[in-house]
């Protein structure tokens, strides 16, 4: 069949009319954008690809890309993405922002740990009062004691013991809520 050139299409009929013109270059783009999917799936480890929804085929190639090396690797790499152009990747695209968003989230949690300990031993007991109003549960007297003990620790120039206890805590009682 030979080609068909855009000026001897006959925009009047209707057929013809719903045709979609893609670029070759967007045509690469999008399967490169698909072998980078493909590496990530690649990259991840057992527990969490189990949580992606992959066909069979699929999953048998990337387990197969995760023991492979150098040129067979890239070889099965674009393999995988060739698998990838024939399915609907949004199921799977959505399950691995999820995952990556997971790790985002608990970094963001230890990030505000950590400042709300850094508060903790600022402020004393006026912060300390601040955090058992939002968390009850938590032992006052332990925490106390954890913080003056941070406080003479910087005063006296030793090693933070009981500020990283302070945060380890702190990691117990946010986390179990």
Known sequence: MAKRK???????DEEQEEIIWVSKSEIKRDAEALKKLGEKLVELTKAKLDKIPLEDALLEAVNLAQRLQK?????????????????DVEPIQAALEKLENKHQ???AMLHKLE????ELVAKGDDALTDFLTDYPQAD????????RTASKEKEQNKPAKAYREIFQYLKEIVLED
């Open 6 to 12: 855009k000026e001897d299409f006959d925009w009047q």
């Open 71 to 87: 040129e067979a690797r890239r070889r099965q790499l674009q393999y995988i993405g060739k698998l990838l152009r024939g399915m």
């Open 105 to 107: 989230q608990q970094q």
């Open 115 to 118: 400042l709300l300990r850094d």
């Open 140 to 147: 006052r007297q332990h925490l106390r004691n954890l913080i």
